[in-house]
């Protein structure tokens, strides 16, 4: 095992439990379940406070009464999402299982021939994103914001291995991981969605926000 501290070991084993209770509740019971905890919980953290000052200023016709129906769904669709962790590869292998919105677009690119960006955010089944890849075969590579556990991170790195699929953290190496795929005509899926405290300012929902330009300007230069 890794050389890590005893916070980041007690975080794994208390994961990997987690992750084997869902598993063992089945798919539908453990969304349930997973969904219930997250509400319990997380109205009680403190981003709670900042999500509702995120939802306050970016939707500012909502009610408060409807801010706090939206918070819960938000909890609701996290922990759904967590607690169908075990089940994902079983979900993408049912092709009854997710309906794909967009798929011309993919079709498009696979007839281009060309580089192309797949780019979303960390809502919904984002987990699910692997069906990108194995619609594209073997050429697509997933840039991600890796886990601060490394312990973690190889425990759902495992749980995510795709033959479609070549995962990749952000960074300097997801960074030669765009250039080299854009060269060789490969799919790009982005999932980049975290704050930045550098890049461009750029309007979002009303307020300036820093975002990283490179994906633009990747695309813009080696027409993408």
Same mark, same amino acid.
């Given at each position: ?42 109205? %009680?953290? +403190? /981003? ?19 801010? =706090? ?6 909890? =609701? ?27 011309? %677009? ?15 955010? %960390? ?40 033959? %479609?699929? +070549? ?7 997801? *960074?030669?991981?765009?250039?080299? *795929? *854009? ?5 790009? /899926?982005?999932?980049? =969605? ?28 080696? =027409? /993408?």
């Amino acid at each position: 095992m890794k050389d890590v501290s005893l916070k980041y070991r007690l975080e794994w084993i208390g994961v990997r439990i987690t992750i084997w209770i869902f598993g063992c509740l089945g798919r539908r019971r453990a969304a349930a379940f997973g969904g219930w905890l997250a509400r319990k919980i997380g109205s %009680h953290m +403190k /981003v709670h406070s900042l999500a509702r000052t995120n939802m306050e200023q970016a939707l500012p016709d909502l009610s408060p009464e409807e801010i =706090d129906i939206n918070l819960m769904q938000m909890w =609701d669709n996290l922990g759904r999402n967590i607690g169908e962790l075990p089940f994902n590869k079983s979900i993408m292998a049912d092709p009854k299982a997710v309906e794909i919105i967009g798929g011309e %677009h993919m079709e498009a690119y696979l007839e281009s021939e060309k580089a192309a960006f797949f780019v979303t955010a %960390h809502y919904g089944p984002w987990e699910l994103v692997g069906l990108v890849g194995q619609r594209l075969g073997e050429r697509a590579t997933g840039i991600y914001r890796a886990a601060n556990n490394p312990l973690v991170e190889d425990f759902f790195q495992e749980m995510r291995a795709d033959p %479609h699929y +070549k995962f990749v953290p952000k960074g300097r190496e997801g *960074a030669r991981a765009i250039l080299k *795929a *854009a060269r060789a005509g490969g799919a790009i /899926v982005l999932l980049n =969605d975290q704050k930045l405290n550098g890049g461009m300012a750029v309007p979002f929902f009303g307020r300036e926000a820093m975002t990283a330009p490179a994906v633009a300007e990747i695309a813009c230069k080696m =027409d /993408v």
